[in-house]
């Protein structure tokens, strides 16, 4: 690479370098930690079996779930120019999403490990005719690796937290470099613009959060159904995308809302599968009536807490309710996507952490389409006043629909800034008249 880089990434490519021969120790222990597939462990080091299509590729990146879903939309755009995708991210969560929701013609393949060696591989086999990282999942040498090839490269959705800029301040040198590697910086928000640009991106313009044009997510409608049936006559409360720290306190005011609802049935749908046993166990040892969802338990007109933990079933949970607690909010997390229950109908209400979406909940607060709890007496509180309102429900749904109506078009602005480079494709592919 150039001598002009700085000596930080010079050191951090010669570590990376240096310790690729690890690879195999590092991937066992995720293994034993669930974090990897055992089919397709040769992805981690830049080995496929899959093919390169013929043609030109796009390849999109997004670190996980909430990622790759915000690209679902722009990725239908191009499929309909007949572009190729190939989709990467980095867990396997994102991987069985991508399964399930994608269509089959969507390459998926994990991110290698941010090693030159590897790194070089993948490219060299993909050979990538336009790159796409989402939001802010920056890898130094596949940056700078695509770079060197030539490859266009766009940061998409960009996103850059009131909590990371200052930290990037720090590093000033090393973040231009990488920026700067960049064609164009499509940011979410004014303020993420004034940041990419004060930390080195030579051309940002602002488009918008595609989260906002996301679909509503499915629901199996046989599912649906039966769960309907058992919760009939219920009110019913929708904890989505909980962290460790937030049910032992969505089951506290599980306890204090029953004694005004007491039919109460709350649902919690864990951010990570993995952990519905644990929460359980933590339920059950409290005397509360739980069901777990993987053992295929429905609840029943005794259970207190239906534990979710299945996957890709969001879309079901939230046609079961219109008051919608987003998780990852009442522990510094920074929240969760509210944007799909809106589009679901749902009344939000949320925590004080939600730094990972800082302006939409700032807007939807300011508009009455969600509620922020501060305190967990502030929570009861509010799932309290939205349960037992039609009324003040009504409106908080109202409201967020309106805003979200108004904050969307990032699709069509992002397709807008990409076309040069997709006229460029349609060129190679003999699809438009030169």
Not at 13 to 34: E, M
Not at 144 to 157: E, K, T
Not at 248 to 259: N, P
Not at 339 to 359: M, T, Y
Request: with cysteine.
């Amino acid at each position: 690479m150039p001598k002009s880089l700085p000596i930080t990434l010079r050191v951090y490519r010669r570590i990376a370098a240096v310790l690729a021969p690890l690879a195999p120790i590092l991937i066992q222990r995720r293994l034993k930690q669930n974090k990897e597939d055992p089919a397709r462990l040769g992805e981690r080091r830049g080995l496929t079996t899959a093919a390169r299509p013929v043609g030109p590729l796009v390849w999109i990146h997004g670190a996980s779930v909430g990622e790759v879903l915000a690209a679902a939309a722009l990725i239908e755009r191009l499929r309909a120019l007949n572009i190729r995708i190939l989709l990467t991210s980095g867990t396997v969560t994102s991987a069985e999403i991508v399964a399930r929701r994608f269509p089959a013609d969507i390459i998926h393949q994990y991110i290698p490990f941010d090693s030159p060696r590897f790194v070089g591989r993948f490219l060299d086999h993909w050979r990538p005719s336009l790159a796409l990282f989402i939001e802010s999942d920056l890898w130094p040498n596949l940056i700078l690796s695509g770079f060197a090839r030539r490859m266009p490269m766009v940061l998409i959705n960009g996103r850059m937290s009131p909590r990371s800029f200052p930290r990037w301040q720090k590093m000033s040198a090393t973040i231009a470099a990488l920026l700067g590697r960049f064609d164009i910086c499509l940011a979410q928000s004014d303020n993420d613009a004034d940041r990419f640009g004060a930390l080195g991106s030579r051309n940002v313009v602002v488009t918008g959060n595609l989260k906002l044009d996301v679909a509503a997510p499915p629901a199996d409608p046989a599912k649906l159904e039966r769960l309907i049936s058992v919760m009939r006559g219920r009110p019913v409360i929708v904890a989505s995308s909980t962290h460790a720290g937030e049910e032992e306190i969505l089951l506290e005011t599980h306890r204090v809302l029953a004694g005004f609802f007491p039919s109460l049935l709350t649902v919690i749908v864990p951010r990570h599968a993995h952990r519905g046993e644990a929460v359980a166990r933590m339920i059950a040892a409290t005397g509360a009536q739980v069901a777990l969802r993987s053992r295929e338990e429905l609840p029943t007109a005794l259970t207190d807490i239906y534990v979710a933990d299945t996957m890709g079933e969001l879309g079901l949970f939230y046609r079961l309710s219109q008051v919608i607690f987003m998780g990852g909010s009442l522990v510094p997390h920074g929240g969760q996507n509210p944007i799909e229950a809106i589009k679901l109908g749902a009344s939000i209400v949320h925590g004080p952490h939600v730094f990972n979406f800082a302006d939409v909940y700032q807007t939807l607060d300011g508009a009455g389409g969600a509620w922020q709890a501060h305190s967990s007496e502030q929570l009861v509180k509010q799932l309290g006043h939205m349960l037992g309102n039609e009324a003040a429900r009504s409106a908080s749904v109202e409201a967020a629909e309106q805003v979200v109506l108004r904050l969307g078009g990032a699709l069509d602005r992002t397709m807008a800034a990409l076309e040069p480079y997709l006229l460029q494709m349609q060129l190679e592919m003999g699809q438009v008249d030169a």
